[in-house]
Structure formats: C-alpha cells, structure tokens
C-alpha cells in the first residue's frame, strides 16, 4: 500500500525546468498536476517548487486486494451527467426529495431511472459511472448478464432524454444494506437535519461491514459526502469481484477493506 499526494501547479519555464532536474516532466506553460508518493524523498524539494495539495490517494496490492473479503468498487471514469442537467433537474426527476435535507443532500430515494444523453462511447469499458452520482453503478447488459444476474442481483433500464431505453447500458440495482465501520471515519453532523455525513475515504484502506451480509452487493447505512452531495459506500464480496475479474471487466477500481488498528 501506497499513499500519494497530489501536486498542482501553473506552468512555466523556470518550473518546468526545476521539476525536471527532480525527474518530473510538466508543461512549461499550462496548469499541470502528478501524483507523487508520501515517502519519495524528493517531496520536500517539490514542495519548494510548487504546491503540494491535500488531496491524496492510496495505491493498493494485487495481494492487499485479493486477501480482503470486501472491496470498494469505483469506475475509473464518469461517462455522462445525469438528466436534466440544467439546475440538477434530474434531483427531482429521479429522486423522491420530500423527505431530503436541503443543506446536506441525506435522505434521496431513486423512484425512476436515470435519463442520460449519450451512451457510453468506450468500447474498451463495461462498468461505468455518472457526474455527480457517487453510489450507483451502470455496466454493460452482457456484463450484467454474464456476472451480476448470476449472482441475484438485478439491474434497471437507463432511459435517453426521450424516455427511449438505451439498449447499451443497464444500472445494477444495490437494495441491500449494512453498517460499515466508523471508528476511523471523519463524520460532521448537519446543522439543520442532525444526520452526520463521513468524509469519503482517500488515505488506507475503505471501512468493511461491521456483521456478516448474505448479499454481495450492498450499500452502507451511513451517508458520505462533502456541501450537498451525500451517497452511501458501495461494498462488494471478494466472490462478485472475483467473478468480475474473471470476465475481464473493464473500467472497476478496487479499494480493499481491511479491519483498522
């Protein structure tokens, strides 16, 4: 397990050339960022150089990942933005808001798939996720078939701007969920509905369940976010990753979870 910081920057000659002598190439005339390791010892001379921001990452094992009996899934990229865009229309289309904090975004029930304007254009990717959606996953209806169904776990139609379905994609239904463990976990409580909302995870290893779950796909009981985005933690069984893994899925990030000291 690594642990990296990111480092931003605008770019200039004089920069450019000082990040090279440390080994690091960067535009001379743009806005740039890298990601360099906690440990790497030339971190204090960047931090001279440029900025060191406090935005990290953690970079886990093959072993660290394959050893966990649950793991995080992300999609290493956003395909679209849900709609309507415009106003975070789709908050209102997709969501029951009644019973939602206005300030901290807990409480948002989909009731309606999602409209999207656009199919995923990456031929090379089957697992996907939107702009804005933390906790929800869209896959391929061949990788629905071939894994996901398999193991109980059903998915919903995506619609266009039009209400057409789109054939390309399906979201994979999460109704299962758990308690995650939050010792570790940074939590603010709202000033207006009390509910407290966990810093999501960027340093270790994400939090496993707290009791055993039959399911393999499931989604914490507690909300994570920061401002107005709240979404819970979505966990799955190393069986369903393995699974996953076994049909060459494309686009899936892994976060082990693994119990804290």
């Given at each position: 397990m690594k642990i990296q910081r990111r480092v931003?920057?605008?770019?200039?000659?004089?920069?450019?050339?000082?990040?090279?002598?440390?080994?690091?190439?960067?535009?001379?005339t743009s806005f740039f960022g890298f990601w360099?390791?906690?440990?790497?010892?030339?971190?204090?001379?960047?931090?001279?150089?440029?900025?060191?921001?406090?935005?990290?990452?953690?970079?886990?094992?093959?072993?660290?990942?394959?050893?966990?009996?649950?793991?995080?899934?992300?999609?290493?990229?956003?395909?679209?933005?849900?709609?309507?865009?415009?106003?975070?229309?789709?908050?209102?289309?997709?969501?029951?808001?009644?019973n939602a904090c206005a300030s901290c975004g807990?409480?948002?029930?989909?009731?309606?798939?999602?409209?999207?304007?656009?199919?995923?254009?990456?031929?090379?990717?089957?697992?996907?996720?939107?702009?804005?959606?933390?906790?929800?996953?869209?896959?391929?209806?061949?990788?629905?078939?071939?894994?996901?169904?398999?193991?109980?776990?059903?998915?919903?139609?995506?619609?266009?701007?039009?209400?057409?379905?789109?054939?390309?994609?399906?979201?994979?239904?999460?109704?299962?969920?758990?308690?995650?463990?939050?010792?570790?976990?940074?939590?603010?409580?709202?000033?207006?509905?009390?509910?407290?909302?966990?810093?999501?995870?960027?340093?270790?290893?994400?939090?496993?369940?707290?009791?055993?779950?039959?399911?393999?796909?499931?989604?914490?009981?507690?909300?994570?976010?920061?401002?107005?985005?709240?979404?819970?933690?979505?966990?799955?069984?190393?069986?369903?990753?393995?699974?996953?893994?076994?049909?060459?899925?494309?686009?899936?990030?892994?976060?082990?979870?693994?119990?804290?000291?």
């Amino acid at each position: 397990m690594k642990i990296q910081r990111r480092v931003i920057g605008h770019g200039s000659p004089a920069v450019s050339a000082q990040l090279a002598a440390l080994g690091f190439r960067v535009s001379p005339t743009s806005f740039f960022g890298f990601w360099i390791d906690e440990d790497d010892p030339r971190l204090s001379a960047v931090a001279q150089i440029t900025t060191i921001s406090s935005l990290s990452q953690t970079i886990f094992t093959r072993a660290e990942i394959d050893e966990a009996e649950w793991v995080q899934p992300l999609a290493s990229g956003r395909w679209a933005y849900p709609q309507p865009e415009r106003g975070f229309g789709y908050k209102h289309s997709t969501y029951d808001s009644s019973n939602a904090c206005a300030s901290c975004g807990v409480g948002r029930v989909q009731v309606a798939p999602f409209r999207v304007n656009r199919d995923p254009k990456s031929r090379r990717r089957n697992f996907f996720q939107l702009h804005w959606i933390t906790d929800e996953f869209f896959v391929t209806p061949e990788l629905a078939r071939d894994v996901f169904w398999k193991f109980g776990i059903t998915t919903r139609e995506v619609l266009g701007t039009s209400a057409r379905v789109r054939e390309s994609v399906v979201q994979v239904e999460i109704t299962e969920a758990v308690e995650v463990d939050t010792n570790f976990l940074v939590g603010h409580a709202c000033r207006d509905c009390g509910t407290t909302k966990y810093e999501p995870v960027a340093r270790g290893p994400s939090p496993a369940p707290v009791a055993d779950c039959s399911a393999h796909l499931v989604r914490s009981r507690q909300w994570f976010g920061s401002g107005g985005s709240a979404g819970n933690m979505i966990l799955m069984s190393q069986a369903l990753r393995t699974a996953l893994v076994n049909a060459a899925a494309s686009g899936l990030v892994l976060r082990p979870t693994f119990p804290r000291k």
